[in-house]
């Protein structure tokens, strides 16, 4: 008789959240059972009185659920300077365009749909939700346990109105006390610091949470090959290409998120207050081209929030849990660009009456106060039927200013989301089976600042907009090894205070703006064998979306030197990917993967166009945006070599991108200079740690190959750099 597998379920808690297991089987209410959070993503194995018992990580559960999910473990990169959108990148279907080195601003793609369509979240809770200086590209890799990547379809329990998908930070589960402190340094003046642990008073119960982390870079990496007019080239002058250092890329952040509270108490399983602080300070180099060379506009800004959370499990009844999420967060930040001058790569510059970022002088000041409420009820009717409800409020207040004309906004707008959904999740023929309906529903509150039409009297306007979705997602074993499953979401995501009411200086407000909305599909399989010492897992899929009513950026009418956002077309996407993970024991690890998304504009008449003429782009690829690329990494490791309880491991990886068009293909050909070209971009690392990996010390290269590496918009990104990095862990 073959044994059963034993699923371990669990509730996670850190950094002021709790969320619950996303919908993976055993259902939407994840049972109350913690989670086995010190193994990896190989299932372990036990042996008792002749059974043998496997218990599988929540990463695999995840995998073979019946959503399209990648799960990872970060612990492999535990060790690295990686930061989260560097272990992303490397991940299937997923692709991070940078344009710069350390902190700079960046476009996140999954499955060929980027932007704001992508939400991210820290243990279930919006990232916004600690302010505007919080980011994947400033996250260090040591502060989340397992990384969370949603495709497309999204499980109730996120109340979120993302269109492609979402990416969910899991952080350290561990009940018992521990400290994991990092500190790196390397190249371009890089500093990363970063600190999470757990303390326990034995007397009274009260524990106490701490995360945090420092970044600072000069990002004085060279440019290489710039064009640059030359007086003493030729008889006359002429263009001529230079490597240059970039010089004003100057980047710092930090974060403190604390929280102090109790477990396993009678009137709560869960309750904890906490509060943060973020903040981010940044210089300007470029736009959103290498030729705009900013040399002295900046942008900064800081966050506060406070929190507060609840949890109870069996709620009246068995089988009923509660969990409660509520914070707010002063988030604000400022965008000064006073300078009147014109930078070149050289660092010289001529005056202006402009600034360097628009048309006038500006001293920005953006402040969006949030306040955010979750509730979440689940219900376990029997090992069958389940019930998840879920319900989201998330209101933003915009005040947007120049200094330079006047002192306040005095009509701020305001947008409330209200997002609820319902799921019931089957665990059919013994768990071999499992189906999860889900319905949503969207409302949005709009309060927006309005001049009435002749009498230039300025008013508060307010709308009430209401939207619904649907979905299913459905698993079936075919064997303990080998599954198959299948999704889809009518989705909606709902527009952002920065994109209805501008952003104070180059944008302009659009009370007009419409929600973006798609038809998401994903179809996958998944195979896992573990023969001894060999273990092997696989998983494919084809995916598919049809969105409308896209919202991009583009110049006003009016007035060239600004824009706004508007809806301006519809996308349709077909995709492929693949990965497959070999382990030999704890020696080996292989890891390689492939996407390929055929992105196309699915506008066929130009938005506001009577002539009928067909749009020029119908049917090109979205320019700007991969669509084949890859990852390969190798790790080995042993234990031992060099003493008693070390490890020394070696890492390898390297990601590919093929080439793609950098505007539209009807504009151009494979063969002209307007295109991104093929890229092998190689990473190396090698670590020692002492002590069952309580002392480690890591030295790593990045790009050891110095290839010319570009991204968004073809900006240059850092050539080869060395870091090394210390790290304390202590359980």
């Given at each position: 008789m073959r044994p059963k597998n034993f699923i371990i379920t669990g509730t996670f808690v850190l950094l002021g959240t709790v969320t619950q297991a996303q919908q993976a089987p055993p259902a939407a209410t994840s049972g109350g059972r913690r989670a086995n959070s010190q193994k990896s993503f190989t299932d372990t194995t036990v042996v008792l009185k002749g059974a043998t018992v496997t218990s599988k990580t929540h990463t695999r559960e995840l995998k073979e659920s019946g959503f399209a999910v990648n799960a990872i473990e970060t612990k492999v990169y535990a060790n690295t300077t990686a930061d989260m959108n560097t272990v992303l990148n490397r991940t299937t279907g997923v692709k991070v365009r940078e344009q710069g080195g350390v902190g700079s601003d960046f476009n996140f793609s999954i499955n060929g749909l980027s932007g704001k369509a992508i939400r991210f979240f820290i243990d279930g809770i919006p990232m916004e939700v600690m302010g505007s200086s919080m980011t994947l590209n400033n996250i260090p890799v040591n502060l989340a346990e397992r990384i969370e990547v949603y495709k497309g379809v999204l499980p109730v329990s996120l109340g979120a109105d993302a269109l492609g998908g979402a990416v969910n930070l899991v952080t350290n589960q561990q009940v018992k006390n521990y400290l994991d402190a990092s500190y790196s340094f390397g190249s371009f003046n890089t500093h990363r610091a970063a600190i999470t642990g757990q303390a326990t008073h034995q007397k009274t119960g009260i524990i106490t949470r701490l995360s945090a982390f420092y970044n600072y870079s000069d990002n004085n990496y060279k440019m290489k090959g710039?064009?640059?007019?030359?007086?003493?080239?030729?008889?006359?002058?002429?263009?001529?290409?230079?490597?240059?250092?970039?010089?004003?890329?100057?980047?710092?952040?930090?974060?403190?998120?604390?929280?102090?509270?109790?477990?396993?108490?009678?009137?709560?399983?869960?309750?904890?207050?906490g509060a943060g602080y973020s903040a981010t300070d940044k210089e300007l180099q470029t736009g959103t081209n290498q030729e705009n060379v900013y040399g002295a506009a900046t942008r900064n800004g800081d966050a506060f929030n406070a929190t507060l959370r609840y949890k109870k499990a069996d709620l009246f009844t068995k089988g009923l849990e509660l969990s409660v999420f509520a914070s707010h967060t002063a988030d604000k930040y400022q965008v000064t660009d006073t300078a009147g001058y014109r930078y070149f790569w050289d660092g010289t510059s001529v005056k202006t009456n402009q600034g360097e970022l628009s048309s006038i002088k500006t001293l920005t000041h953006i402040s969006r106060p949030r306040n955010f409420?979750?509730?979440?009820?689940?219900?376990n009717i029997n090992t069958v039927h389940?019930?998840?409800?879920?319900?989201?409020?998330?209101?933003?207040?915009?005040?947007?200013?120049?200094?330079?004309?006047?002192?306040?906004?005095?009509?701020p707008g305001k947008i409330g989301k209200h997002i609820l959904g319902l799921a019931y999740q089957q665990n059919l023929l013994e768990g071999r089976w499992t189906n999860t309906f889900f319905g949503k529903y969207y409302g949005m509150d709009l309060s927006q600042p309005q001049t009435l039409s002749g009498t230039g009297t300025v008013t508060t306007a307010s709308d009430f907009q209401s939207y619904t979705g649907y979905g299913l997602a459905t698993r079936f074993k075919i064997t303990d090894e080998l599954g198959v499953k299948a999704s889809y979401e009518k989705a909606y995501r709902l527009q952002e205070v920065g994109e209805m009411f501008g952003n104070g200086y180059d944008q302009i407000a659009n009370p007009k703006l419409r929600p973006e909305n798609s038809n998401n599909f994903n179809v996958g399989a998944y195979y896992g064998l573990q023969k001894g010492p060999h273990r092997f897992f696989a998983e494919g899929g084809w995916y598919f979306r049809d969105a409308a009513d896209f919202i991009y950026s583009v110049v006003y009418m009016s007035n060239a030197k600004v824009s706004r956002y508007e809806n301006t077309s519809k996308v349709r996407v077909n995709g492929l990917e693949a990965e497959l993970q070999y382990d030999y024991k704890d020696l080996l690890h292989v890891n390689v993967n492939g996407s390929y998304q055929n992105a196309i504009n699915n506008t066929k008449y130009p938005v506001g166009s009577n002539s009928g003429t067909v749009e020029a782009t119908y049917k090109n690829k979205i320019p700007n945006m991969p669509w084949l690329f890859g990852n390969a990494a190798v790790s080995i490791g042993k234990n031992n070599l060099l003493g008693k309880d070390t490890r020394l491991q070696l890492n390898w990886d390297m990601q590919y991108v093929h080439w793609f068009y950098l505007t539209w293909e009807s504009y151009g050909s494979k063969y002209s200079n307007n295109k991104i070209p093929d890229q092998y971009i190689q990473n190396v690392s090698l670590t020692y740690s002492l002590q069952n990996g309580k002392y480690n010390i890591s030295a790593e290269c990045k790009n050891f190959a110095d290839a010319l590496a570009y991204d968004n918009f073809g900006l240059q990104k850092p050539g080869r750099s060395l870091f090394v990095k210390f790290r304390y862990f202590l359980k």
């Amino acid at each position: 008789m073959r044994p059963k597998n034993f699923i371990i379920t669990g509730t996670f808690v850190l950094l002021g959240t709790v969320t619950q297991a996303q919908q993976a089987p055993p259902a939407a209410t994840s049972g109350g059972r913690r989670a086995n959070s010190q193994k990896s993503f190989t299932d372990t194995t036990v042996v008792l009185k002749g059974a043998t018992v496997t218990s599988k990580t929540h990463t695999r559960e995840l995998k073979e659920s019946g959503f399209a999910v990648n799960a990872i473990e970060t612990k492999v990169y535990a060790n690295t300077t990686a930061d989260m959108n560097t272990v992303l990148n490397r991940t299937t279907g997923v692709k991070v365009r940078e344009q710069g080195g350390v902190g700079s601003d960046f476009n996140f793609s999954i499955n060929g749909l980027s932007g704001k369509a992508i939400r991210f979240f820290i243990d279930g809770i919006p990232m916004e939700v600690m302010g505007s200086s919080m980011t994947l590209n400033n996250i260090p890799v040591n502060l989340a346990e397992r990384i969370e990547v949603y495709k497309g379809v999204l499980p109730v329990s996120l109340g979120a109105d993302a269109l492609g998908g979402a990416v969910n930070l899991v952080t350290n589960q561990q009940v018992k006390n521990y400290l994991d402190a990092s500190y790196s340094f390397g190249s371009f003046n890089t500093h990363r610091a970063a600190i999470t642990g757990q303390a326990t008073h034995q007397k009274t119960g009260i524990i106490t949470r701490l995360s945090a982390f420092y970044n600072y870079s000069d990002n004085n990496y060279k440019m290489k090959g710039i064009e640059i007019w030359d007086e003493k080239a030729g008889e006359y002058g002429d263009y001529v290409k230079k490597d240059f250092r970039r010089f004003h890329d100057l980047y710092r952040s930090a974060m403190v998120q604390g929280e102090i509270g109790v477990l396993h108490k009678k009137w709560a399983d869960v309750f904890f207050v906490g509060a943060g602080y973020s903040a981010t300070d940044k210089e300007l180099q470029t736009g959103t081209n290498q030729e705009n060379v900013y040399g002295a506009a900046t942008r900064n800004g800081d966050a506060f929030n406070a929190t507060l959370r609840y949890k109870k499990a069996d709620l009246f009844t068995k089988g009923l849990e509660l969990s409660v999420f509520a914070s707010h967060t002063a988030d604000k930040y400022q965008v000064t660009d006073t300078a009147g001058y014109r930078y070149f790569w050289d660092g010289t510059s001529v005056k202006t009456n402009q600034g360097e970022l628009s048309s006038i002088k500006t001293l920005t000041h953006i402040s969006r106060p949030r306040n955010f409420a979750r509730v979440n009820l689940s219900y376990n009717i029997n090992t069958v039927h389940s019930l998840n409800l879920n319900y989201t409020f998330d209101q933003v207040k915009n005040h947007n200013y120049n200094e330079l004309l006047t002192d306040k906004d005095h009509n701020p707008g305001k947008i409330g989301k209200h997002i609820l959904g319902l799921a019931y999740q089957q665990n059919l023929l013994e768990g071999r089976w499992t189906n999860t309906f889900f319905g949503k529903y969207y409302g949005m509150d709009l309060s927006q600042p309005q001049t009435l039409s002749g009498t230039g009297t300025v008013t508060t306007a307010s709308d009430f907009q209401s939207y619904t979705g649907y979905g299913l997602a459905t698993r079936f074993k075919i064997t303990d090894e080998l599954g198959v499953k299948a999704s889809y979401e009518k989705a909606y995501r709902l527009q952002e205070v920065g994109e209805m009411f501008g952003n104070g200086y180059d944008q302009i407000a659009n009370p007009k703006l419409r929600p973006e909305n798609s038809n998401n599909f994903n179809v996958g399989a998944y195979y896992g064998l573990q023969k001894g010492p060999h273990r092997f897992f696989a998983e494919g899929g084809w995916y598919f979306r049809d969105a409308a009513d896209f919202i991009y950026s583009v110049v006003y009418m009016s007035n060239a030197k600004v824009s706004r956002y508007e809806n301006t077309s519809k996308v349709r996407v077909n995709g492929l990917e693949a990965e497959l993970q070999y382990d030999y024991k704890d020696l080996l690890h292989v890891n390689v993967n492939g996407s390929y998304q055929n992105a196309i504009n699915n506008t066929k008449y130009p938005v506001g166009s009577n002539s009928g003429t067909v749009e020029a782009t119908y049917k090109n690829k979205i320019p700007n945006m991969p669509w084949l690329f890859g990852n390969a990494a190798v790790s080995i490791g042993k234990n031992n070599l060099l003493g008693k309880d070390t490890r020394l491991q070696l890492n390898w990886d390297m990601q590919y991108v093929h080439w793609f068009y950098l505007t539209w293909e009807s504009y151009g050909s494979k063969y002209s200079n307007n295109k991104i070209p093929d890229q092998y971009i190689q990473n190396v690392s090698l670590t020692y740690s002492l002590q069952n990996g309580k002392y480690n010390i890591s030295a790593e290269c990045k790009n050891f190959a110095d290839a010319l590496a570009y991204d968004n918009f073809g900006l240059q990104k850092p050539g080869r750099s060395l870091f090394v990095k210390f790290r304390y862990f202590l359980k």
